[in-house]
């Protein structure tokens, strides 16, 4: 969309492209959020999980199974259950501080019976599920759907990730956790401790671009987020649209004004325009006049001309007869011309045969005379 605006009635015309301006229109499509399943289709589930030297767990611990719907793990303070909570984010990909600890390192196991312990590993076993009936106990393991994902961390603060006992990357581990359905972008999966009342102390609204409110917080959850920065594209278009409306209300006002003042000879120029007309009309009456009259005489000569061409068709026959025998002695003529020309070319011939007679006479007598 183009607008073109002037500052004065001398200036150039300058023209607004509001997308170059201010960049286009565009709205982000709506998220499409990857926990959303079919009721009857497969689901994804975790079965146990197995932490080694992870924590406060020495050696290999296995917890679980876990049920397919709701898993309740409780214990005094201090027994390790945010551990589990803890190990899930280690193999999920988090950072230290999320998982209560400053660096990897210190996710390794230390007890005065385990010392030096030099890695720690998680493995989540993940399998999908179809529910075939009402009880808990009642569903069927879709084939071929069971995999593990595992993270090791050594000393060194490094960590590599394992699919099903083969070295992965961590994207490649994202990809299939995202597949399976775990909604790591958000992580709305997952409310740790403290976060509830963090997300219910929050403020209405952020104070600053960076600051997040509750506002922000479920337009990200909803995603109407994506609707921000086209939102604020059109407040700075509408802001100059009417920046330029202003300007052309303006001009408008001064042209108003300008054409108050003309009013005064734009009347006198209608007046005279109206004389001009009656004028016009009047010398199309009397050139109607002058037609009419013309007409009249046109019929009158035309009346005489009739006359004189009835009186004129003996002299016409006449004429006509003349120009018949004209024709007849103009053939005449061209056969005696045709006769002439004959004689004219048979004395042509004679006189070269005259000439060569006497060229031979002449030499005739010089033989003679010889």
């Known amino acids: 969309m183009e607008v073109s605006t002037s500052n004065a009635e001398t200036s150039p015309q300058r023209t607004l492209n509001l997308e170059t301006d201010f960049g286009p229109i565009e709205v982000p499509p709506a998220p499409q959020t990857v926990a959303t399943y079919s009721i009857n289709g497969p689901r994804l589930m975790i079965t146990h999980i197995v932490n080694e030297n992870f924590k406060s767990y020495a050696g290999v611990q296995t917890l679980?199974?876990?049920?397919?719907s709701f898993t309740s793990i409780v214990g005094p303070n201090g027994s390790g259950k945010s551990n589990v909570i803890d190990s899930m984010l280690f193999v999920f990909g988090f950072r230290a501080n999320r998982i209560r600890s400053k660096k990897i390192s210190v996710l390794l196991h230390n007890s005065e019976n385990h010392k030096n312990v030099e890695s720690c590993t998680v493995a989540v076993h993940f399998q999908k599920i179809i529910d075939t009936g009402d009880s808990d106990e009642e569903y069927t393991v879709v084939p071929n759907t069971k995999f593990v994902v595992s993270r090791t961390a050594f000393r060194d603060n490094s960590s590599y990730y394992m699919i099903d006992k083969k070295k992965a990357t961590y994207k490649e581990v994202t990809n299939l956790l995202r597949g399976s359905g775990i909604d790591l972008d958000h992580n709305r999966f997952l409310i740790l401790q403290?976060?509830?009342?963090?997300?219910?102390?929050?403020?209405?609204?952020?104070?600053?671009?960076?600051?997040?409110?509750?506002?922000?917080?479920?337009?990200?959850?909803?995603?109407?987020?994506?609707?921000?920065?086209?939102?604020?594209?059109?407040?700075?278009?509408?802001?100059?649209?009417?920046?330029?409306?202003?300007?052309?209300?303006n001009r408008v006002k001064a042209v108003e004004k300008e054409k108050d003042n003309l009013e005064g000879p734009k009347n006198e120029a209608v007046q005279f325009l109206n004389m001009e007309n009656d004028i016009v009309r009047q010398k199309n009456k009397l050139y109607h006049k002058y037609i009419f009259e013309c007409s009249s005489n046109e019929k009158k000569a035309t009346d005489e001309y009739n006359k004189i061409n009835e009186g004129m068709k003996d002299v016409n026959e006449q004429i006509a007869k003349i120009e018949a025998a004209k024709k007849e002695k103009d053939k005449e003529l061209g056969k005696i011309y045709s006769e002439y020309e004959g004689q004219v070319k048979h004395l042509e011939e004679s006189k070269e045969k005259f000439t060569e007679y006497e060229k031979q006479d002449v030499k005739c007598r010089e033989d003679l005379k010889q």
Not at 64 to 68: I, L, N, R, V, W
Not at 200 to 226: C, H, T, V, W, Y
């Open 64 to 68: 679980g199974p876990f049920h397919k």
């Open 194 to 249: 403290g976060e509830v009342e963090q997300i219910a102390m929050m403020k209405p609204k952020g104070q600053s671009e960076n600051d997040d409110g509750m506002l922000e917080f479920l337009e990200d959850i909803i995603g109407s987020n994506r609707f921000k920065e086209p939102i604020e594209v059109l407040a700075k278009r509408v802001e100059t649209l009417n920046e330029m409306r202003g300007e052309k209300l």
